[in-house]
């Protein structure tokens, strides 16, 4: 049971009675924050929601989500996630959608997302699971990608002050209704924040500090670094910069993805050395100034026969060998011994198959429905995350890539912000993330056409917990750590 609120000291988060609490879990992405591949739609959240509610109608529309958002998450995950699993703390993803009406008045909270938070987080405190609130999406968008749901692959968030004002009020709004709730073990106020000035950031977080504690002083800041919560570089000294915060990084390995140019991981030293580099680059902030860190996100993307994909089970097997090897990192912290084992949330809990710890049955009606279509999406290589293209439509956009390439000089090529992301990421991101996507938005929204309530409860129970499957041996290695 909890005995209070969670507090940082050094490099530990401790409880009430200053136990050290190792905060593991993953996290219900697709959920409160939709995203493409998790449950199967093209492009971005909010243009996907407004086509089906163009096509079937007000009433079918609210039936539909009103369905999904409460059979996404029951008392049967929950237990399941509790006492099979072992976790103690769920990440929760939300869009500020779900708290604000872009067409009125920004810095009036919806009730509704408060309704639907409190159901996971009052489910959650029930099994003893704690949660960590994650604003997933804001106003224009806190980064460049998909999952910020801003539509563009820009992140103008950081160009408009009246859109950091109204995330900030609704922080203070948040900060008011859980101030008091012992099982919210804290706040990750933005999710992969990503600006090519860094203090803007900065001043973001020290704006935030100061306003919530203003109301809430007891819970825990989970604060993402730049970059795709890659980068502190540019972050200050703690004791200059917010109190009370574990520091978050995600760290995801090319290992464990489609596309890669190399042969399957197969664990070599060279390999896991990569793996130990590429974590510990990130933490120089943490060691540096003796703070906790929190792996926010990982974990490799999973091959399957349904989607068509060569040798599942031979692929399979290098993933998990990634994912193990990232855990005994994670695990044991400095070779030497000298750090303490980090908190983490692997992505994701449920999907559709690609990465989550459960999914929906090939064999469910969401299948039925969308299934071919699933099949056509990943073969026009339509979500970035997760998805091979076929070779004959990817020399299409490689023709586009190679005009630019050869027009533009190579001093120019990393000009632009994330300076990570290549030519080839960024056609990529503007022609199959958004454009291609808004147009395939519409004949998959066709196929909700003329269902009827009944079908639509059925579409949306597919993610009941009774209905989908287990990823039997990506949940072993996670219960052994």
């Not at 809990?349 to 049955?361: A, F, N």
Request: charged share 25%.
């Amino acid at each position: 049971m909890s005995t209070g609120f969670l507090k940082v000291q050094g490099t530990k988060i401790l409880d009430a009675n200053s136990n050290s609490v190792v905060l593991k879990g993953t996290a219900i992405g697709g959920h409160l924050n939709m995203e493409n591949f998790i449950t199967g739609f093209p492009g971005h959240e909010t243009e996907h929601k407004n086509v089906i509610k163009e096509k079937i109608g007000e009433e079918k529309y609210q039936y539909f989500f009103d369905k999904f958002y409460e059979y996404f998450w029951t008392e049967k995950d929950a237990e399941f996630y509790k006492n099979e699993l072992g976790f103690n703390c769920l990440r929760i993803p939300f869009n500020y959608r779900h708290f604000i009406d872009d067409d009125g008045d920004m810095f009036k909270i919806l009730p509704k997302g408060f309704e639907r938070l409190d159901r996971i987080i009052d489910i959650c405190s029930k099994y003893g699971v704690y949660t960590i609130l994650d604003l997933h999406s804001t106003p224009g968008g806190q980064n460049q990608g998909w999952h910020a749901d801003s539509g563009i692959h820009k992140s103008i968030f950081w160009d408009f002050k009246i859109f950091q004002d109204v995330i900030i009020n609704l922080w203070i709004e948040l900060a008011k209704h859980y101030k008091d709730n012992i099982w919210v073990a804290g706040y990750n106020p933005l999710n992969e924040p990503a600006v090519s000035d860094h203090s803007k950031l900065v001043n973001f977080y020290i704006r935030l500090d100061k306003a919530v504690r203003m109301v809430d002083s007891n819970h825990i800041f989970f604060i993402d670094g730049n970059t795709y919560s890659m980068d502190f570089t540019k972050f200050p000294p703690p004791s200059e910069f917010i109190s009370n915060a574990v520091y978050s990084i995600h760290d995801y390995s090319t290992y464990g993805f489609p596309n890669i140019e190399t042969s399957l991981y197969s664990s070599t030293q060279e390999e896991t050395l990569k793996l130990k580099r590429q974590y510990n680059r990130k933490i120089e902030y943490h060691k540096k100034y003796n703070v906790p860190v929190w792996n926010g996100e990982f974990g490799p993307v999973y091959a399957s026969r349904v989607r068509g994909d060569k040798n599942p089970e031979i692929v399979n097997k290098s993933r998990y060998q990634v994912l193990k090897d990232q855990l005994e990192v994670y695990k044991v912290g400095d070779p030497s011994g000298d750090e303490d084992p980090i908190s983490w949330s692997i992505w994701l809990y449920k999907d559709i198959g690609y990465q989550g710890l459960t999914y929906v049955s090939p064999k469910s009606k969401w299948f039925q429905v969308f299934g071919d279509f699933l099949i056509k999406k990943k073969r026009l290589g339509l979500d970035k995350w997760g998805n091979d293209i076929d070779p004959e439509y990817n020399r299409l956009y490689q023709k586009l890539v190679s005009h630019i390439q050869s027009n533009v000089p190579e001093k120019y090529h990393k000009v632009l912000y994330p300076h990570t992301w290549t030519i080839k990421d960024y056609v990529f991101r503007v022609t199959k993330d958004m454009l291609f996507s808004q147009y395939a938005q519409h004949e998959y929204a066709d196929l909700f056409v003329g269902l009827s309530f009944e079908e639509l409860d059925e579409l949306a129970s597919s993610f009941k917990f009774e209905n989908i499957e287990q990823r039997e041996e990506l949940n072993s290695i996670l219960k052994t750590y």
